[in-house]
């Protein structure tokens, strides 16, 4: 698809001053343009690049009655000599598997691409280029019907918005607390825990206030049947370092399906890691805490990377992991994947794309 089959409006002048940049914090700023590409008669439209804006909505909006909508959540660099995205392949494909499960018309691979080259090319500007910061990309698709029946929509909306984020923690990569929640589960199998949809967050955002409350950062997230074996935490993907082992949960069905997690994975087989994706319950998790034998845990996903976990509560059961620390495994993943982001590792596996 060419540049020129989507239609322009620029915005009349630009947002962006150089204090926006230095200090962006975490999606509350919106770059000058998006991408618009609505769905109907059974097609999508031209796509179109617009000004950054609120857009009229109808009460009767079947996404604010019926919650029809998928996201997804990717990040472009600002590398030495260019603007890289990483992985834009993969997260195009999950918002197409979201979408299956969503009842949701898929997107096409190039128009997708297309649109979102076209997109930060015109935006270049906001791509930080401090070390550590990168322009967060969130396209989504909502169901566009006004009306009030449970039915599958006609009509959808695809848009892309773009927003300035800087690094992830304040002082380096702090461990993040964990908390199991007694009471609530997150998805089950066959539900929509696979899918990246606004629903699996409305089902976890009570245990995830009660974690807070405690002094938690995030719920790890145990299966929704037998509640014993690990799942995800919220919003990232679980690694387990223990012994010689690295596991994470397998793909069962009620766990999303991170990029990070992908790379992750990729790269430690590439390393000669030993890496199993299988069921893992919290109480193995506790057996090799006590045995001295849990050396690291760390959670993935697009915003921070590799996140750290210095510690795990499960009822009663309180268990430190490194001494609260940054283990070498999880350091050493957290500096390569950066390192590809911003073009200073080999790209190896064709993960960056570049937009300009
Ligand atoms: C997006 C997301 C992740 C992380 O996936 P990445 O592709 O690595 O960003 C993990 N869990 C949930 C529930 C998510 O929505």
Same mark, same amino acid.
């Given at each position: 698809?060419?540049?020129?089959?989507?239609?322009?409006?620029?915005?009349?002048?630009?947002?962006?001053?150089?204090?926006?940049?230095?200090?962006?914090?975490?999606?509350?700023?919106?770059?000058?343009?998006?991408?618009?590409?609505?769905?109907?008669?059974?097609?999508?439209?031209?796509?179109?690049?617009?000004?950054?804006?609120?857009?009229?909505?109808?009460? /009767?909006?079947?996404? @604010?009655?019926?919650?029809? %909508?998928?996201?997804? !959540?990717?990040?472009?660099?600002?590398?030495? &000599? +260019?603007?890289?995205?990483?992985?834009?392949?993969?997260?195009?494909?999950?918002?197409?598997?979201?979408?299956?499960?969503?009842?949701?018309?898929?997107?096409?691979?190039?128009?997708?691409?297309?649109?979102?080259?076209?997109?930060?090319?015109?935006?270049?500007?906001?791509?930080?280029?401090?070390?550590?910061?990168?322009?967060?990309?969130?396209?989504?698709?909502?169901?566009?019907?006004?009306?009030?029946?449970?039915?599958?929509?006609?009509?959808?909306?695809?848009?892309?918005?773009?927003?300035?984020?800087?690094?992830?923690?304040?002082?380096?990569?702090?461990?993040?607390?964990?908390?199991?929640?007694?009471?609530?589960?997150?998805?089950?199998?066959?539900?929509?825990?696979?899918?990246?949809?606004?629903?699996?967050? /409305?089902?976890?955002? @009570?245990?995830?206030?009660? %974690?807070?409350?405690? !002094?938690?950062?995030?719920?790890?997230?145990? &299966? +929704?049947?037998?509640?014993?074996?690990?799942?995800?935490?919220?919003?990232?993907?679980?690694?387990?370092?223990?012994?010689?082992?690295?596991?994470?949960?397998?793909?069962?069905?009620?766990?999303?399906?991170?990029?990070?997690?992908?790379?992750?994975?990729?790269?430690?087989?590439?390393?000669?890691?030993?890496?199993?994706?299988?069921?893992?319950?919290?109480?193995?998790?506790?057996?090799?805490?006590?045995?001295?034998?849990?050396?690291?845990?760390?959670?993935?996903?697009?915003?921070?990377?590799?996140?750290?976990?210095?510690?795990?509560?499960?009822?009663?059961?309180?268990?430190?992991?490194?001494?609260?620390?940054?283990?070498?495994?999880?350091?050493?993943?957290?500096?390569?994947?950066?390192?590809?982001?911003?073009?200073?590792?080999?790209?190896?596996?064709?993960?960056?794309?570049?937009?300009?």
């Amino acid at each position: 698809m060419l540049d020129a089959a989507i239609e322009t409006t620029k915005a009349g002048r630009t947002r962006l001053t150089e204090a926006l940049l230095d200090n962006p914090g975490f999606g509350h700023i919106f770059s000058d343009h998006m991408l618009v590409m609505d769905y109907a008669d059974g097609a999508w439209k031209t796509p179109r690049i617009v000004p950054f804006g609120d857009m009229p909505i109808s009460p /009767a909006l079947c996404t @604010l009655h019926y919650g029809q %909508a998928i996201f997804e !959540g990717l990040k472009a660099f600002h590398a030495k &000599d +260019g603007i890289n995205v990483f992985r834009p392949g993969a997260y195009h494909a999950r918002m197409n598997r979201s979408g299956a499960r969503l009842c949701i018309p898929a997107v096409d691979h190039d128009v997708f691409i297309a649109g979102l080259t076209a997109l930060l090319r015109l935006d270049a500007e906001w791509v930080p280029k401090r070390h550590g910061y990168s322009l967060y990309i969130r396209p989504f698709i909502f169901a566009a019907d006004n009306y009030l029946g449970v039915k599958v929509s006609e009509t959808y909306r695809f848009m892309v918005i773009t927003s300035p984020v800087g690094a992830y923690y304040k002082e380096g990569i702090n461990p993040v607390r964990l908390m199991t929640s007694g009471e609530f589960v997150r998805a089950v199998r066959g539900g929509l825990g696979e899918a990246k949809t606004p629903a699996n967050y /409305a089902a976890s955002i @009570l245990a995830a206030e009660e %974690a807070k409350k405690k !002094g938690f950062t995030q719920v790890l997230w145990l &299966d +929704g049947v037998e509640r014993r074996y690990v799942e995800e935490a919220g919003t990232m993907n679980v690694f387990f370092l223990m012994g010689e082992e690295l596991v994470t949960p397998a793909l069962t069905g009620s766990v999303l399906a991170g990029i990070t997690r992908d790379s992750v994975i990729t790269l430690a087989k590439d390393w000669g890691v030993n890496i199993s994706e299988r069921r893992l319950s919290i109480d193995e998790v506790i057996e090799a805490s006590a045995k001295g034998a849990l050396r690291e845990v760390f959670g993935t996903g697009t915003a921070a990377v590799i996140s750290p976990v210095g510690e795990i509560q499960h009822g009663d059961r309180r268990i430190v992991i490194n001494n609260g620390k940054i283990g070498l495994l999880s350091k050493r993943m957290y500096d390569h994947i950066t390192g590809m982001q911003y073009g200073d590792e080999p790209d190896r596996f064709g993960w960056c794309y570049r937009v300009s």
